[in-house]
Nanobody, 123 residues
Framework: QVQLVESGGGLVQAGGSLRLSCAASGRTASNYAMGWFRQAPGKEREFVATISWGGGNTDYAVPVKGRFTISRDNAKNTVYLQMNRLIPEDTALYYC????????????????WGQGTQVTVSS
């Protein structure tokens, strides 16, 4: 069993920045690929970014590429999402997720999901 707890969300004006954190607990957490997804009201959950266990491979959704950066600290079993130059379209509930397969995670398949942290970007 793996538990995920997100934090760092909030209200920010367009052009601002936020740093999301996701702390994972569980004996296998450090062996999993980790990633971020988001879901806006009335829309389906969408992929944002993923990172391999070793941190050497990352993937980003086109809308966030160049603005968001995913990273992880395996010593702390934590994954981060640095979000810069935020725009109103980034407004959503952001979820942290883990999966033993990074390629599966990229496709939206996850073994565990966090509760989510709200990000709201005002114009």
């Amino acid at each position: 069993q793996v538990q995920l707890v997100e934090s760092g969300g909030g209200l920010v004006q367009a052009g601002g920045s936020l740093r999301l954190s996701c702390a994972a607990s569980g004996r296998t957490a450090s062996n999993y690929a980790m990633g971020w997804f988001r879901q806006a009201p009335g829309k389906e959950r969408e992929f944002v970014a993923t990172i391999s266990w070793g941190g050497g491979n990352t993937d980003y959704a086109v809308p966030v590429k160049g603005r968001f950066t995913i990273s992880r600290d395996n010593a702390k079993n934590t994954v981060y999402l640095q979000m810069n130059r935020l725009i109103p379209e980034d407004t959503a509930l952001y979820y942290c997720a883990v999966h033993i397969s990074r390629t599966s995670l990229i496709r939206g398949q996850a073994d565990y999901w966090g509760q989510g942290t709200q990000v709201t970007v005002s114009s």
